[in-house]
């Protein structure tokens, strides 16, 4: 029987396989998770606005908006909504301003048929390994924190959850080395039937030489599903677009 030429619902496996890699990374870190008819979120178990997410609402928004600014305030912390193509709406966006939250940009939603993922340049000398313990995570860790997201802040809080949550699947993550030297991180996780790709990172003096495509492209054909999905800046759609991946949705922040 042969497969359907796409994926039935790219935009949905995009936003459920981000909010269960988040609900997953905030329930090991800690705060307080609602998951319930009204509201689906994470908040109080990181230092990280992205991390203490609101990934679902329904019914009466400007009170779930109301009680998601309550929690942020109870532990402290700062928090993001991610609003994909199914929480959208000028109701919701109202709710959100009145309560104080400020637009912070989107991320183009993609994804890719693994079959028909493209295989970049080869970078010679370019080497990827799985971690499985932690004095590999600890590379792993220092090695994101020199050019991801909140830079030794992030890295660290996100080592002590994955520490927490183990090294099988659906966890993967790894450690690309260009000729022995730490030089870019990835994780994959798989949920909703895909595979979510996550911290893709080349140190800063490394950059421009094709390893961040190398090491997704090679993580890639390690992965047991049929699609790939993610969330990019900016700066990486290229990349990624290089890949084969294609944009679906925008998942704004």
């Given amino acids: 029987m042969e497969r359907p030429?796409?994926?039935?619902?790219?935009?949905?496996?995009?936003?459920?396989?981000?909010?269960?890699?988040?609900?997953?990374m905030g329930t090991a870190g800690g705060g307080s998770q609602r998951d319930d008819g009204s509201a689906r979120w994470t908040i109080g178990g990181s230092p990280l606005d992205y991390h203490n997410a609101v990934v679902a609402a329904a019914g009466d928004l400007g009170q779930v908006v109301a009680d998601s600014a309550a929690e942020l305030r109870r532990y402290g912390v700062p928090?993001?909504?991610?609003?994909?193509?199914?929480?959208?709406?000028?109701?919701?966006?109202?709710?959100?301003?009145?309560?104080?939250?400020?637009?912070?940009?989107?991320?183009?939603?993609?994804?890719?048929?693994?079959?028909e993922l493209r295989a970049p340049?080869?970078?010679?000398?370019?080497?990827?390994?799985?971690?499985?313990?932690?004095?590999g995570l600890a590379i792993w860790a220092q090695t994101l924190g020199q050019g991801?997201?909140?830079?030794?802040?992030?890295a660290t809080w996100v080592a002590s959850v994955y520490r927490a949550l183990g090294y099988a699947d659906p966890w993967r993550h790894y450690l690309a080395t260009l000729n022995g030297t730490p030089v870019g991180t990835i994780t994959t996780y798989r949920a909703a039937s895909v595979t979510?790709?996550?911290?893709?990172?080349?140190?800063?003096?490394?950059?421009?030489?094709g390893i961040g495509a190398a090491l997704t492209h090679t993580a890639l054909t390690q992965a047991d599903t049929e699609y790939a999905v993610l969330t990019s800046s900016s700066a990486g759609q290229s990349v990624y677009s290089s890949l084969g991946f294609h944009q679906h949705c925008t998942i704004d922040l």
Avoid at 199 to 209: C, I, L, S
């Fill in 5 to 24: 030429a796409q994926l039935m619902d790219p935009i949905q496996a995009i936003e459920d396989n981000t909010a269960e890699l988040l609900m997953a």
């Fill in 79 to 115: 928090g993001t909504w991610h609003v994909g193509p199914s929480l959208r709406s000028p109701e919701l966006i109202e709710s959100l301003t009145t309560a104080g939250f400020a637009y912070d940009g989107s991320e183009p939603g993609m994804a890719v048929r693994l079959d």
């Fill in 121 to 135: 340049t080869a970078v010679p000398g370019l080497a990827l390994e799985r971690i499985t313990d932690d004095a």
């Fill in 148 to 154: 991801f997201g909140e830079g030794v802040k992030e």
């Fill in 196 to 209: 979510g790709v996550y911290f893709v990172m080349t140190v800063p003096e490394a950059r421009r030489r």
